[in-house]
C-alpha cells in the first residue's frame, strides 16, 4: 500500500544514501534528498524516479555544516508535514593535517567533526519539533571505524572519533525523545562498495584488504545498508531504540 509518509535522507546523492533514499521511495515514502551538489541530487531525483515514479524525491541541495542552510532546509522540509524517517547519512573522510603542525592537526579534526558529526547533530535539531509524535524513526549512519578505530588508507583518527561521538550523543538522543513514541539507533557500516568516499584513497589491494577482513567474503553494498535502515525506519520497528548495530559482512563481532 503507498502511504504519504515523508522522509529526509542526508547524503543522499550518492553511494549509501541514494540507495537509502531508493528504498525509502519504493516503499511508499516521499523522501526528500539532502547534499551540497544540486546536480547530483537531480541526477539521483531522475534516476530514482524512473523506478517509482514522478514525485516521490525532493532535491533540497544544503550544506549541512553550515547552520543557516540547515535551518532553510528544515523550513522547507516542516511545509512538507511531520518527518516520519530521518536518516542523518551525510559524512565525509577529510584529508589526513597537510603538514606536522598542531595548527593543520585542528583544521582536520575540525573538519571531519563539522562533516561527520555536526551536519547529524544541526539536521536534528532543527528538524526536533517537526518529527511526527508518535512514531518517528531516526537513524544514524556511524561506521565500523568507530568500533575498532581508523578509517581506510586516509586515516587520521578523526573520523572514527567523529564517528563514535555520534553513539553517544544518538543514546541521549534515544532517552530524550522515547516517551515521544520516537526511535533513534545508529547503523555502523563496515567497508561498502560503490560509493564515493574513498576519493583516490581506493585501490585495488585496499578492497582486497577489506573484503579478507569480513567473514563472508564479499564487500556490503548500498542496497545491504538500504535494507536495514528499511527496517528500523518502519513502524514495525517500534521496540528497537538505543541500539548501535553493526552491518559489517562479520569484520566486526558483536559491539
Ligand atoms: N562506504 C563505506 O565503506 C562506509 C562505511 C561506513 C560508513 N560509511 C558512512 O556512510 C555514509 C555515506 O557514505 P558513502 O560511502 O555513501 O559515501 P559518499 O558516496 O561520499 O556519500 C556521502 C554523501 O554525503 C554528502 N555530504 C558530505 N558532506 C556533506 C555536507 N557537509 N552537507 C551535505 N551533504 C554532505 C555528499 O554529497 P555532496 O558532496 O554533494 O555534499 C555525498 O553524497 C557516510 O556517513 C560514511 O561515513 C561509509
Redesign the pocket.
Known amino acids: 500500500m503507498t502511504t504519504e509518509r515523508l522522509a529526509v535522507v542526508?547524503?543522499?546523492?550518492?553511494?549509501?544514501?541514494r540507495a537509502i533514499a531508493a528504498r525509502l521511495a519504493a516503499d511508499g515514502h516521499r523522501v526528500v534528498i539532502?547534499?551540497?551538489?544540486a546536480a547530483?541530487l537531480e541526477q539521483a531525483r531522475d534516476t530514482i524516479e524512473r523506478t517509482t515514479g514522478p514525485g516521490r524525491i525532493i532535491p533540497l541541495p544544503?550544506?549541512?555544516?553550515d547552520p543557516e542552510a540547515v535551518g532553510s532546509a528544515a523550513a522547507r522540509i516542516a511545509e512538507l508535514g511531520p518527518v516520519d524517517v530521518l536518516v542523518n547519512?551525510?559524512?565525509?573522510i577529510v584529508t589526513p593535517p597537510a603538514d606536522d603542525t598542531l595548527a593543520a592537526l585542528a583544521h582536520s579534526w575540525r573538519q571531519d567533526l563539522d562533516?561527520?558529526l555536526l551536519?547529524a547533530v544541526l539536521l536534528t535539531t532543527a528538524l526536533q519539533n517537526h518529527l511526527r509524535r508518535p512514531g518517528s524513526r531516526l537513524v544514524v549512519?556511524?561506521?565500523?571505524a568507530a568500533q575498532r578505530g581508523g578509517a581506510g588508507p586516509h586515516s587520521a583518527g578523526s573520523y572514527a572519533a567523529a564517528?563514535a561521538a555520534l553513539h553517544g550523543w544518538a543514546f541521549g538522543l534515544a532517552r530524550q525523545l522515547g516517551s515521544d513514541g520516537i526511535t533513534v539507533n545508529v547503523l555502523a557500516?563496515?567497508?561498502?562498495e560503490d560509493?564515493?568516499?574513498f576519493g583516490d584513497g581506493w585501490t585495488e589491494s585496499f578492497h582486497a584488504q577489506k573484503v579478507a577482513d569480513t567473514l563472508v567474503g564479499r564487500a556490503g553494498t548500498?542496497t545491504d545498508v538500504a535494507e536495514a535502515v528499511a527496517y528500523l525506519a518502519s513502524p514495525a520497528a517500534g521496540y528497537l531504540t538505543g541500539q548501535v548495530i553493526g552491518l559489517n559482512g562479520g569484520a566486526v563481532l558483536g559491539r
Open positions: 542526508s547524503g543522499a546523492g550518492t553511494g549509501i544514501g539532502l547534499g551540497r551538489r547530483v544544503a550544506d549541512l555544516t547519512n551525510a559524512g565525509a562533516g561527520n551536519t549512519i556511524s561506521s565500523a564517528k557500516p563496515g567497508y561498502i560509493t564515493e568516499i548500498p
